[in-house]
């Protein structure tokens, strides 16, 4: 048995470099021994913001100040934490700053506020101050807010109240989280294995239909037996949305939800009319499937397994690097000279060593490197997780690069942009570079998956979610049985007649945490779109609109910034391009699989 490396065994070339935030752990303490002074220097603002245009404007920069020092410290804490999770002294480090930040953020809570608290007249003047100009677009989002923000004795009501009126979600995550235990099973060699949230995608891609079912079953019964509990607790959270927007006068809870990113509902509603345009896609997708596989009809435990087992294609990491840096140069010599800047300036973390944290992430702060986790496994997978977190990890870069701190972080509706376009790009690469088509095929198998839970399963869930707002706010109540049969019919017409659905799959709304995070899901399938339009007009040669929506940060709307790139979420257009791509790949997929 390989034996698993400690954190001082691991090869430094293949770490990430630190000390380009803090030489050494006293160097933290030092600049975390400064926070008390800089948030002094913040507060000693407040109740003083009407004063005058400078004042304001020396305010926010007291803001600023203080926020890029406690980011810096965070960052580095958190990150020599997942280095080895169980040192405990970085791991007291982070909780020190942890506990800090939470403690800040509530002293730091009336700023907002009190700004929006003032006198109108007054409030326009400073907007329109030259003084101001530098923060305007901050004090414009603010403008939005005006309308939706309560009286003092109101605000500090609702602030009051929101750890109760989240009890519903938190009651589902500590249900789902840590009381839910779902029956063993018998996996593929004859033992038996207890379904975990964790084992149950593997259990699902097993090439044994005989493990897939049960551990569906085992998984789903379960949920069901819940059916009226788990109702109740989404029927809450809902109605507590619904309430939540009424009182800030806004026209619905979806509209709430899209206002932080300026977004209108018609850009939620024209992702659902163009998937329905193209839904026979995925009904030939999972003919092709069903036929593949020798079934008749496909269940819903059908839908994971690779049609293409993984294949034998091992990687070095040198090699890696190698494929990664070939599939984006299309991007050019400033994006290449970047890519380079990473691999030369150990921004990434690749070797396994015991005690560090699973996963894959890029993470920095302002004027640092965009570090990136992630353990290298020598396959194809590995070489297009390193593009993904290389995506991120580029667009903040040239995002902090452009743009000052006040507008260097970008929105979460472009945040998986970049590294799915590097996906995409790395995809292309391995495609025109296969050595055969099993090689091809199973490519295509992966990317085919990807856009279906992407553009397809999420979607789907947007769809959902609109329709038990639209019930709620008519006072219909949302009743396991109506939720089941929303989701049913839902699930049914997505999947097409080449699926006969297990029917409790109906109970499937039930296991889904996302929905206690209302109207998020869209920006999966909208962040896939866009990422095909932009690969394209790169490997078309056009590359300045991307690199300049890689620069832009925070500094427009996310609609404005996607448009000056080229994609117009106002229209259908960049939905159904994606889900012509998702048909494009299709048919190259059924192509190869016909000749075998």
Same mark, same amino acid.
């Given at each position: 048995m390989e034996k698993i490396k400690t954190?001082?065994?691991?090869?430094?070339? !293949?770490s990430w470099d630190l000390t380009k935030l803090y030489k050494t752990a006293e160097d933290w303490e030092k600049e975390f021994a400064s926070l008390e002074s800089l948030l002094a220097k913040f507060l000693a603002y407040k109740g003083r913001l009407a004063e005058s245009?400078?004042?304001?404007?020396?305010?926010?920069?007291?803001?600023?100040?203080?926020?890029? /020092?406690?980011?810096?410290?965070?960052?580095?804490?958190?990150?020599?934490?997942?280095?080895?999770?169980?040192?405990?002294?970085? *791991?007291?480090?982070?909780?020190?700053?942890?506990?800090? +930040?939470? /403690?800040?953020?509530?002293?730091?809570?009336?700023?907002?506020?009190?700004? !929006?608290?003032?006198?109108?007249? #007054?409030?326009e003047s400073c907007r329109h101050d030259p003084v101001l100009a530098f923060y305007k677009r901050s004090l414009d989002n603010e403008a939005r807010y005006r309308p939706h923000v309560l009286s003092a004795p109101e605000e500090k009501i609702l602030a009051r109240s929101g750890n109760v009126l989240n009890t519903a979600s938190s009651v589902f995550s500590a249900f789902n989280d840590a009381d839910l235990r779902f029956p063993a099973i018998k996996n593929s060699d004859g033992k038996k294995v207890e379904v975990t949230h964790g084992n149950y995608i593997t259990l699902m891609q097993s090439p044994d239909r005989k493990v897939r079912k049960s551990a569906f079953k085992s998984l789903y019964k379960v949920y069901h037996s819940f059916r009226n509990t788990l109702a109740s607790t989404l029927y809450a959270n809902t109605k507590k949305n619904i309430l939540s927007a009424e009182l800030r006068n806004m026209e619905g809870a979806r509209n709430a939800s899209l206002f932080s990113d300026n977004i209108p509902l018609s850009v939620y509603d024209s992702l659902i009319d163009a998937v329905h345009d193209k839904i026979h896609y995925l009904h030939k997708y999972m003919s092709v499937r069903s036929r593949e596989l020798g079934l008749k009809k496909l269940d819903m435990y059908d839908l994971y397994n690779p049609l293409i087992p993984e294949c034998d294609f091992s990687v070095s990491w040198q090699e890696a690097v190698k494929y990664v840096k070939e599939a984006l140069a299309p991007l050019g010599k400033e994006y290449g000279?970047?890519?380079?800047?990473?691999f030369a300036e150990q921004w990434m973390d690749v070797e396994e060593n015991r005690g560090k944290r699973s996963g894959a992430y890029s993470s920095g702060c302002y004027g640092s490197m965009p570090y990136i986790l992630m353990t290298f496994k020598g396959n194809l997978t590995s070489v297009s997780t390193l593009a993904h977190e290389l995506g991120h990890s580029i667009h903040s870069y040239l995002s902090h690069a452009n743009q000052p701190y006040h507008y260097a972080y970008y929105r979460i509706f472009v945040a998986e942009v970049a590294s799915?376009?590097?996906?995409?790009?790395?995809h292309e690469y391995l495609m025109k570079n296969a050595p055969s088509d099993t090689v091809r095929a199973y490519l295509l198998n992966q990317l085919l998956d990807e856009a279906r839970a992407t553009l397809y399963r999420q979607t789907m869930f947007a769809e959902f979610e609109r329709a038990i707002y639209d019930d709620a706010a008519k006072g219909i109540p949302l009743t396991a049985d109506r939720l089941e049969k929303i989701y049913f019919d839902l699930n049914n017409f997505y999947h097409g007649s080449a699926v006969k659905a297990d029917p409790l799959i109906a109970s499937e709304w039930s296991r889904i945490p996302h929905f206690y995070r209302s109207f998020y899901v869209y920006k999966y399938a909208t962040?896939?779109?866009? +990422?095909?339009?932009?690969?394209?007009?790169?490997?078309?040669?056009?590359?300045?609109?991307? !690199?300049?929506? !890689? #620069?832009?940060?925070?500094? *427009?709307? /996310?609609?404005?910034?996607?448009?000056?790139?080229?994609?117009?979420?106002?229209?259908?257009?960049?939905?159904i391009s994606a889900l012509e791509y998702f048909n494009d790949r299709l048919e190259a997929f059924d192509n190869i699989l016909k000749k075998k």
């Open positions: 954190r001082a065994e691991v090869n430094p070339q !293949l245009a400078q004042t304001l404007f020396d305010a926010y920069k007291a803001s600023d100040d203080f926020e890029i /020092v406690l980011d810096r410290l965070y960052t580095y804490a958190h990150l020599k934490s997942d280095e080895d999770t169980a040192d405990s002294v970085n *791991k007291s480090r982070l909780d020190r700053i942890s506990e800090k +930040a939470a /403690v800040f953020s509530s002293q730091c809570a009336w700023f907002s506020p009190e700004l !929006l608290a003032m006198d109108e007249a #007054k409030f000279k970047i890519a380079e800047k990473a799915t376009t590097n996906e995409i790009l790395l962040g896939f779109s866009a +990422a095909v339009a932009l690969s394209r007009n790169i490997l078309a040669g056009n590359t300045e609109p991307y !690199l300049s929506f !890689l #620069k832009a940060g925070g500094s *427009k709307d /996310v609609l404005d910034i996607m448009k000056d790139a080229g994609v117009d979420f106002t229209t259908k257009e960049p939905v």
